[in-house]
């Protein structure tokens, strides 16, 4: 216990101590190597330390009840493990990376960065209502300031004003449940108005639909190292929420209901997040459609779940939590590699612009196989992380027990279907962004002094990808781990498996349904090597290099190399009911004609605008209680103090 007070001291002293140090360039590379050691010291705290504690920290200046409490179980062990991964790395990352930030810059950042992963430390640790709401206003507050510091433009305005206010949507959500949680009897009925209240906080937070809408809108306009952060872990908090209250507060008063909310919530943001993230050109914009159609899969498996939970298909419950988990955990390596892997090539080469990039393989080759090793973990290829859960997903649908209710039996056909539909174009979506920014020549002449990544970047990027292979080539001892969480749930739930090479559903040694991660890996290498004996061997003795086909042509410029529009276009024309489109098109007295295309959600003229509408009309009525009189100011003052008086004393 004592070594995570030490961590919790050390960020809240990292970052006072940068609100005072000035703006030098010397003591912020300190204040640096200060945070990667914090973060150093985070790992090894999720990694070493085994047990439960508490850390009460009471106050004389609070109410006995708003104490600080910090506790430290094992589903809090995993998450904050999930944090150091991706804290390290940003950590090392940013280095290097913010150095072609201004001082004051540099400053806020580090400044606000400190806060940013305390609190996400804080929100994982919680030991009662005040510390996780206070840490989660906090993260929400500091992630808004690493968000709009160099927000310059209206629509990056507009971009974290729409994430704050989506927050404290989802905050007051949260809120409400807490204090239903503490201060009345549960019953069925009031479960469910708790339940429905957690869920559109956390959906908030998570970027579900319909409240994904921040999520394209935050990503582009803040740096990539906290994009990482904000997907990698950000959205793993609201995870973990959903997890404590389904299964730790309201485990006794579940109903199958919660799950096919879940489900059907979930699916709709696969769906319509990978949707959008193939027809996206900016890379950072694609990566937020991303992880909108990963947090959709996660809490589809939560809501399989729940309701096998309800069924009493406690083995199935079982694997879909132990997919939760470690598709969470996934998602945090891959997703933190791929956005650190776009702010390395956006220091390089000052674009995020898929169509204007090209050949990068050659220029930054360090920076590309970390990548594709993001690319093929995300893809859910096999011996790569991704693949784990999603094998364990599908591999759901063949077991026992499934066709034992008629309702979920005829329901999960369509799981699957759209299951299948999706993960096809998460594929589709990879091959586009690795294909077209890291493949053929360079798009733009300036791409040609594009330099490598800095010692700081490749190790960062190394680090994950490494977590990422050693994850699908060998999960069964984070299996084992998760699973000794899951028993501490419910009995119900098995103990660690018995196997320990072989990925299988099955609870007995001598089942052999499953398959070896390894022993694939080995017969891809042998085979590989045949191919190469055989090629050696039965190949001409000397090879003729021509120049391309030219497919008719006489001169083959850059320009005809596939871009990122055209490559997506098939699927704009398959979805466009799920889609909107706006065309800027040139008159033709233009001197300079431009064209522009736009995808946007359709989402908004049907939801959002009206509901904005709506609003702004009910502002609209109210006006007239701004008379611009002091004198009517105070008697409203004084009213509310009133109110808040009697409603003290009668509470």
Same mark, same amino acid.
């Given at each position: 216990?004592?070594?995570?007070?030490?961590?919790?001291?050390?960020? *809240?002293?990292?970052?006072?101590?940068?609100?005072? *140090? $000035?703006?030098?360039? !010397?003591?912020?590379?300190?204040?640096?190597?200060?945070?990667?050691?914090?973060?150093?010291?985070? /790992?090894?705290?999720?990694?070493?330390?085994?047990?439960?504690?508490? %850390?009460? /920290?009471?106050?004389?200046?609070?109410?006995?009840?708003?104490?600080?409490?910090?506790?430290?179980?094992?589903?809090?062990?995993?998450?904050?493990?999930? *944090?150091?991964?991706?804290? +390290?790395?940003?950590?090392?990352?940013?280095?290097?990376?913010?150095?072609?930030?201004?001082?004051?810059?540099?400053?806020?950042?580090?400044?606000?960065?400190?806060?940013?992963?305390?609190?996400? !430390? +804080?929100?994982?640790?919680?030991?009662?209502?005040?510390?996780?709401?206070?840490?989660?206003?906090?993260?929400?507050?500091?992630?808004? !300031?690493?968000?709009?510091?160099?927000?310059?433009?209206?629509?990056?305005?507009?971009?974290?004003?729409?994430?704050?206010?989506?927050?404290? !949507?989802?905050?007051?959500?949260?809120?409400?449940?807490?204090?239903?949680?503490?201060?009345?009897?549960?019953?069925?009925?009031?479960?469910?108005?708790?339940?429905? #209240?957690?869920?559109?906080?956390?959906?908030?937070?998570?970027?579900?639909?319909?409240?994904?809408?921040?999520?394209?809108?935050?990503? $582009?306009?803040?740096?990539?190292?906290?994009?990482? #952060?904000?997907?990698?872990?950000?959205?793993?908090?609201?995870?973990?929420?959903?997890?404590?209250?389904?299964?730790?507060?309201?485990?006794?008063?579940?109903?199958? %209901?919660?799950?096919?909310?879940?489900?059907?919530?979930?699916?709709?943001?696969?769906?319509?997040?990978?949707?959008?993230?193939?027809?996206?050109?900016?890379?950072?914009?694609?990566?937020?459609?991303?992880?909108?159609?990963?947090?959709?899969?996660?809490?589809?498996? +939560?809501?399989?779940?729940?309701? /096998?939970?309800?069924?009493?298909?406690?083995?199935?419950?079982?694997?879909?939590?132990?997919?939760?988990?470690?598709?969470?955990?996934?998602?945090?390596?891959?997703?933190?590699?791929?956005?650190?892997?776009?702010?390395?090539?956006?220091?390089?080469?000052?674009?995020? @612009?898929?169509?204007?990039?090209?050949?990068?393989?050659?220029?930054?080759?360090?920076?590309?196989?970390?990548?594709?090793?993001?690319?093929?973990?995300?893809?859910?290829? $096999?011996?790569?992380?991704?693949?784990?859960?999603?094998?364990?997903?599908?591999?759901?649908?063949?077991?026992?027990?499934?066709?034992?209710?008629?309702?979920?039996?005829?329901?999960?056909?369509?799981?699957?279907?759209?299951?299948?539909?999706?993960?096809?174009?998460?594929? /589709?979506?990879?091959?586009?962004?690795? &294909?077209?920014?890291?493949?053929?020549?360079?798009?733009?002449?300036?791409?040609?002094?594009?330099?490598?990544?800095?010692?700081?970047?490749?190790?960062?990027?190394?680090?994950?990808?490494?977590?990422?292979?050693?994850?699908?080539?060998?999960?069964?001892?984070?299996?084992?781990?998760?699973?000794?969480?899951?028993?501490?749930?419910? @009995?119900?739930?098995?103990?660690?498996?018995?196997?320990?090479?072989?990925?299988?559903?099955?609870?007995?040694?001598?089942?052999?349904? &499953?398959?070896? $991660?390894?022993? *694939?890996?080995?017969?891809?290498?042998?085979?590989?090597?045949?191919?190469?004996?055989?090629?050696?061997?039965?190949?001409?003795?000397?090879?003729?290099? @021509?120049?391309?086909?030219?497919?008719?042509?006489?001169?083959?410029? #850059?320009?005809?190399?596939?871009?990122?529009?055209?490559?997506?276009?098939?699927?704009?024309?398959?979805?466009?009911?799920?889609?909107?489109?706006?065309?800027?098109?040139?008159?033709?007295?233009?001197?300079?004609?431009?064209?522009?295309?736009?995808?946007?959600?359709?989402? %908004?003229?049907?939801?959002?605008?009206?509901?904005?509408?709506?609003?702004?009309?009910?502002?609209?009525?109210?006006? %007239?209680?701004?008379?611009?009189?002091?004198?009517?100011?105070?008697?409203?003052?004084?009213?509310? #103090?009133?109110?808040?008086?009697?409603?003290?004393?009668?509470?």
């Amino acid at each position: 216990m004592a070594l995570l007070k030490i961590v919790v001291l050390a960020w *809240l002293g990292l970052g006072c101590v940068s609100i005072i *140090l $000035p703006a030098r360039r !010397l003591l912020l590379q300190s204040s640096r190597y200060g945070s990667m050691l914090a973060a150093l010291a985070v /790992f090894c705290l999720a990694a070493f330390y085994h047990g439960s504690s508490t %850390w009460l /920290f009471d106050t004389s200046f609070f109410p006995y009840k708003l104490g600080f409490a910090i506790q430290f179980d094992p589903l809090s062990r995993f998450f904050v493990f999930l *944090l150091s991964l991706s804290v +390290l790395a940003v950590s090392v990352f940013g280095q290097s990376y913010f150095n072609h930030f201004t001082l004051r810059q540099q400053k806020l950042i580090q400044t606000v960065s400190c806060f940013f992963i305390l609190a996400m !430390l +804080l929100v994982l640790t919680a030991g009662n209502t005040f510390t996780f709401l206070f840490a989660w206003e906090l993260m929400t507050f500091s992630s808004y !300031l690493l968000i709009a510091f160099n927000a310059t433009d209206k629509s990056a305005r507009q971009a974290g004003f729409l994430y704050l206010g989506i927050a404290h !949507l989802g905050f007051l959500s949260i809120v409400i449940s807490f204090f239903l949680l503490g201060n009345m009897p549960i019953s069925a009925v009031s479960a469910n108005f708790i339940f429905v #209240l957690m869920f559109i906080g956390f959906g908030a937070k998570a970027g579900l639909f319909p409240l994904h809408v921040w999520l394209p809108g935050v990503y $582009p306009i803040a740096p990539s190292p906290i994009c990482a #952060l904000m997907s990698g872990v950000i959205l793993k908090t609201a995870i973990y929420g959903m997890i404590r209250f389904s299964f730790y507060w309201l485990l006794p008063y579940q109903q199958a %209901w919660w799950g096919y909310s879940l489900i059907t919530i979930g699916l709709c943001s696969m769906l319509i997040g990978v949707i959008h993230a193939a027809l996206q050109t900016d890379m950072k914009r694609l990566l937020a459609y991303s992880s909108m159609e990963n947090l959709g899969f996660i809490v589809v498996s +939560l809501g399989f779940a729940i309701v /096998f939970y309800q069924y009493h298909q406690y083995a199935l419950s079982d694997a879909a939590l132990l997919i939760v988990l470690l598709h969470s955990l996934s998602h945090s390596l891959f997703k933190s590699l791929l956005f650190l892997s776009t702010g390395s090539i956006l220091h390089a080469t000052g674009e995020r @612009n898929l169509g204007k990039l090209g050949g990068l393989i050659q220029k930054m080759p360090w920076v590309s196989g970390c990548a594709l090793i993001g690319c093929l973990a995300m893809a859910g290829l $096999p011996l790569f992380s991704g693949f784990i859960s999603e094998w364990l997903y599908l591999r759901i649908f063949f077991s026992q027990g499934m066709s034992s209710h008629f309702d979920f039996a005829i329901f999960s056909s369509v799981i699957v279907a759209v299951s299948v539909l999706v993960f096809a174009l998460a594929g /589709f979506v990879i091959v586009k962004f690795f &294909g077209i920014a890291f493949l053929g020549r360079p798009r733009e002449s300036h791409l040609v002094h594009a330099g490598p990544a800095s010692w700081f970047e490749r190790l960062s990027l190394v680090w994950l990808a490494l977590w990422s292979v050693f994850i699908g080539l060998w999960p069964m001892p984070f299996i084992s781990l998760l699973q000794k969480i899951l028993h501490g749930i419910s @009995n119900q739930f098995a103990l660690p498996w018995p196997h320990l090479f072989t990925l299988s559903l099955s609870q007995s040694a001598a089942n052999h349904d &499953g398959f070896v $991660p390894v022993l *694939l890996l080995m017969s891809l290498l042998a085979g590989l090597l045949l191919i190469f004996i055989l090629i050696k061997k039965y190949s001409a003795p000397s090879l003729q290099r @021509n120049s391309a086909w030219g497919c008719g042509f006489n001169v083959i410029t #850059l320009r005809m190399q596939e871009s990122s529009e055209g490559f997506s276009q098939p699927f704009k024309l398959i979805f466009s009911k799920l889609i909107q489109t706006r065309l800027a098109l040139p008159k033709a007295t233009d001197v300079n004609p431009h064209y522009a295309a736009q995808v946007t959600e359709r989402i %908004w003229p049907l939801f959002y605008t009206p509901l904005t509408q709506g609003v702004w009309r009910i502002v609209a009525l109210t006006k %007239w209680i701004q008379q611009g009189k002091i004198a009517v100011y105070l008697t409203y003052m004084a009213f509310t #103090l009133f109110i808040l008086l009697v409603g003290v004393l009668w509470l």
